[in-house]
């Protein structure tokens, strides 16, 4: 599977941006779906991720109530809507597709398939 991250862009503190992330070549349905992020000098964290049928999602501490993850697998696309954006959401954001065991979604090395990034630049 290739998966294109899209919907990156320049937002001002408490507003919102909406990532999108398409999947090819692949069974889209047989994957959990996630997002990381990464600001330089820092290592890549986990920010949400969401099960093959968007019956069962994470969210880590510092987005979980201002960020939503979903799918719509007719489309093969994992969405990130994040409201209420700070300073400290600036970073890249990567899609990932993988097949984690329960509980271990929070895991990089969990996914095998990295979308190119996209950036997302909050300015307070």
């Known amino acids: 599977v290739q998966l294109q991250a899209s919907g990156g862009g320049l937002v001002q503190a408490g507003g919102s941006l909406r990532l999108s992330c398409v999947a090819s070549?692949?069974?889209?349905?047989?994957?959990?779906m996630a997002w990381f992020r990464q600001v330089p000098g820092k290592e890549r964290e986990f920010v949400s991720s969401?099960?093959?049928?968007?019956?069962?999602?994470r969210y880590s501490d510092s987005v979980k109530g201002r960020f939503t993850i979903s799918r719509d697998n007719a489309k093969n696309t994992v969405y990130l809507q994040m409201n209420s954006l700070n300073a400290e959401d600036t970073g890249v954001y990567y899609c990932a597709a993988g097949r984690p065991a329960t509980a271990s979604e929070w895991f990089e090395r969990m996914y095998t398939t990295w979308g190119q990034g996209t950036l997302v630049t909050v300015s307070s």
């Open positions: 070549g692949g069974i889209f349905t047989s994957y959990t």
């Open positions: 969401i099960r093959r049928n968007g019956g069962f999602t």
